[in-house]
């Protein structure tokens, strides 16, 4: 199993994260540019790396998708907010078949792990995004699983902060079964380059409703959920 780690400056997160990495999950850091030792810190750990120059959050998390060949993959923050150690808990319904794309749904386990202003936006846009979909999802979170094939055939376009909603809405509009696990949200290692700041979240709220808007007006029609049979043919 492939675990997608989109990186921009995170050497200081980097060994806590890889070092909790669970057995039979291969990590696979995207190197977004950054100008610290990011990507010399996860060859040494034993991360295969991936250079993705262009600047954005969606870039790194397809350019890791393309280099994925594990027939599942997951994605999550590299800053130490999320723990490598409840992935199985996230992948688990997609390796049994149980579900096409799961999310983990962030809870708070310490003060401070959630700012206020970047928590309200994810309250207003969850909502939203049941009543766009009909999935009973609380939380767009960063941490997920799907199989890598079926992720690809999608065909994500958006390559900035929008990427993580552009998956659920055609993943949703495909038929696939859409579904969250609660995982434990901690205070991240350094500043967010998002949540950090009130101008960071509002510019990832601007990249959704951006692709909110467009995906109202085409809708992804036509593909069947990653898995299903195929009608017979004449």
Not at 15 to 35: C, F
Request: glycine share 8%.
């Amino acid at each position: 199993m492939d675990v997608i780690l989109p990186c921009l400056n995170e050497e200081a997160a980097l060994p806590w994260v890889l070092g909790r990495m669970p057995d039979g999950y291969h990590p696979i850091v995207v190197d977004n540019a950054s100008s610290d030792r990011t990507a010399e810190i996860a060859r040494d750990l034993g991360a295969e790396v991936v250079s993705e120059p262009r600047r954005g959050f969606g870039a790194a998390c397809h350019a890791g998708l393309l280099a994925a060949r594990a027939d599942l993959v997951c994605f999550m923050d590299a800053d130490a907010s999320l723990d490598p150690r409840q992935l199985p808990a996230v992948s688990s319904a997609v390796a049994h078949g149980e579900a096409d794309l799961v999310l983990g749904a962030r809870r708070p386990v310490a003060s401070g792990a959630w700012p206020w202003h970047a928590r309200l936006g994810n309250r207003l846009l969850a909502r939203r995004l049941r009543r766009r979909t009909g999935a009973d999802l609380h939380d767009l979170g960063p941490m997920r699983a799907a199989r890598r094939e079926a992720l690809v055939e999608l065909g994500l376009t958006d390559r900035r902060f929008g990427y993580p909603l552009e998956m659920v809405l055609r993943a949703a509009a495909a038929g696939w079964r859409v579904a969250e696990v609660e995982v434990d949200y901690l205070p991240r290692s350094g500043r967010s380059k998002v949540t950090g700041t009130v101008r960071g979240t509002m510019r990832a709220i601007s990249d959704m409703r951006r692709v909110m808007a467009e995906h109202s007006r085409t809708p992804v029609m036509g593909q069947e959920p990653p898995g299903s049979p195929r009608p017979p043919g004449p």
